[in-house]
């Protein structure tokens, strides 16, 4: 397999609170862990920063105009909504990772790479078609999706968000459009509050399978199975984006699931079979949460390594 990895040091510039859990660290040990020879056939990439009109394939203008207003001058930190920060260098962060999300769908379709992993901060899919929240600016990976049906005729794309939060965002964004399969395992109660399995879109393109608190790999697998696995095989997708969060984890603070790092490599290398049926083995993944840096490097390297190695 041929993976590319899209990464800028512009990530380590969207600054937030001391304390927060959204941090620059969270990069830096995810760089570490590649630093491990298992990695050195992965293709590093610089992501480049994507026109601002990019952001409008999923949000609305004046979503745009407000995030834009909301970025600070010299050093400042300024609060968007409770617990979203922007600093002077978050837009272009934000928007550099749209580029590096953009960059990697026309990889997979051009035939340059099979998959590719976007290592960006700040996260995306709580953002919402006119509402910045959850750490979240631009839902990039809603933009991605709506990039590959605009430039790259995709007419059956899946979005498999297994961030241990609910995808609201991009449950949002994606409600009554059946060409996109939007699929979601997440901790139930919990933020942002959304995620029922009643919740299903207009036209049942929403397939939510919420966990209770403390389930363990068993439940999560089970649930992968028969929700997100089984309604991938009706859906048939010719493209796959994953919003990869890594706070299922059992050693992360935010959340109650408890995961181990085998857990992603399961699940990956259960999208990439699936992609290999009918999507061309087309995988594109994003990073979301995961704030426990040492189940962040875990996961996310043996995620990465799953797409390597097929």
């Not at 002077?88 to 099979?114: K, M, N, Q, R, W």
């Amino acid at each position: 397999m041929t993976t590319h990895f899209y990464e800028n040091p512009v990530f380590l510039e969207h600054k937030v609170p001391e304390g927060h859990p959204e941090r620059p660290d969270r990069l830096k040990a995810l760089n570490l862990a590649l630093e491990h020879p298992n990695f050195t056939e992965l293709k590093r990439l610089e992501a480049l920063k994507s026109d601002e009109d990019l952001v409008l394939l999923a949000h609305t203008e004046e979503h745009l105009r407000s995030i834009k207003r909301a970025i600070p001058d010299g050093d400042d930190i300024n609060q968007i909504e409770a617990d979203t920060y922007a600093s002077p260098l978050s837009l272009e962060a934000a928007l550099t990772g749209i580029g590096g999300a953009v960059a990697a769908v026309d990889a997979v379709f051009s035939g340059g790479a099979d998959n590719a992993f976007v290592a960006a901060r700040p996260p995306g899919h709580h953002a919402e078609k006119d509402k910045a929240m959850g750490f979240c600016f631009f839902n990039t990976v809603a933009i991605a999706a709506r990039h590959a049906q605009k430039a790259h005729s995709a007419e059956r794309v899946a979005i498999v968000d297994w961030d241990v939060h609910h995808g609201n965002g991009t449950q949002d964004i994606f409600w009554d459009d059946p060409s996109v399969l939007f699929c979601s395992t997440h901790q139930m109660p919990l933020y942002p509050g959304t995620g029922a399995k009643d919740e299903t879109g207009v036209k049942h393109n929403i397939v939510n399978a919420p966990l209770s608190p403390n389930s363990g790999s068993e439940h999560f697998r089970d649930a992968f199975r028969s929700r997100v696995l089984a309604a991938l095989d009706n859906f048939r997708p010719d493209f796959i984006l994953v919003s990869a969060g890594f706070d299922a984890h059992h050693r992360d603070p935010l959340a109650q699931i408890n995961l181990v790092a085998e857990d992603f490599d399961w699940a990956t290398g259960r999208l990439m079979d699936m992609a290999s049926k009918s999507a061309g083995h087309r995988v594109v993944s994003l990073l979301e949460g995961g704030y426990d840096l040492q189940g962040l490097a875990e996961s996310a390297g043996m995620h990465i390594l799953r797409l390597l190695r097929g």
